[in-house]
Antibody, heavy 119, light 107 residues
């Protein structure tokens, strides 16, 4: 059973960079697409972007100028960076695997990590 | 971006009730529609993909239907563990987008 675990700082100052890592266990990161999704407290879900194990990416245009997703296959990890954060970036950040069956949907999710942007 | 609109925003129901949630896309998404269940403090759980295909391990009381712009999620006989928020998500075109959620509450 594939498991995903987010890690990183839970508090980031405004204008700084949010950095999270997702560690995949119970399976290889290879041959799959991996995504980041966020959920502001009490609100709905927003897809941030995805990366293929080979390194190709696609980002939500609403965040594209500030987001970078990278992958490290040797560590079975992928990462998210969001630059110039504001309070609006405070959210629970989830990493997820794009489903094998069901294009563009997500079958395995991390538990989520709350990131608060505050000075 | 494709907008996904769910209705109702919340529904109160009793154990054993049949519950139907509707999701409407702002443009044709064929059958590229997924449903998720989310409980407080937990990650979403993948229920249905391709509008009507049940993910492995999901109880058969859950079913999905629809194509084009109009979709439904039906819980045939609500169980205590089904009280949660449900989200639809279109996977037809980027950026992938979610509905605002429907909360199923205990009556």
């Amino acid at each position: 059973q594939v498991q995903l675990q987010e890690s990183g700082p839970g508090l980031v100052k405004p204008s700084e960079t949010l950095s999270l890592t997702c560690t995949v266990s119970g399976g290889s990161i290879s041959y799959y697409y991996w995504a980041w999704i966020r959920q502001p407290p009490g609100k709905g879900l927003e897809w941030i972007g995805y990366i293929y194990y080979s390194g190709s990416t696609n980002y939500n245009p609403s965040l594209k100028s500030r987001v970078t997703i990278s992958v490290d296959t040797s560590k079975n990890q992928f990462s998210l960076k969001v630059t110039s954060v504001t309070a609006a970036d405070s959210a629970v950040y989830y990493c997820a695997r794009a489903a094998v069956a069901g294009k563009g949907s997500f079958d395995f999710w991390g538990q989520g990590m709350l990131v608060t942007v505050s000075s | 971006d494709i907008q996904m609109t769910q209705s109702p925003s919340s529904v109160s129901a009793s154990v054993g009730d049949r519950v139907t949630i509707t999701c409407r896309a702002s443009q044709d998404i064929s059958s590229y529609l997924a449903w998720y269940q989310q409980k407080p403090g937990k990650a979403p759980k993948f229920l249905i993909y391709g509008a009507s295909r049940l993910q492995s391990g999901v109880p058969s009381r859950f079913s999905g239907s629809g194509s084009g712009t109009d979709f439904t999620l039906t819980i045939s006989s609500l169980q205590p563990e089904d009280f949660a928020t449900y989200y639809c998500q279109q996977a037809n075109s980027l950026p992938w987008t979610f509905g605002q959620g429907t909360k199923v509450e205990i009556k």
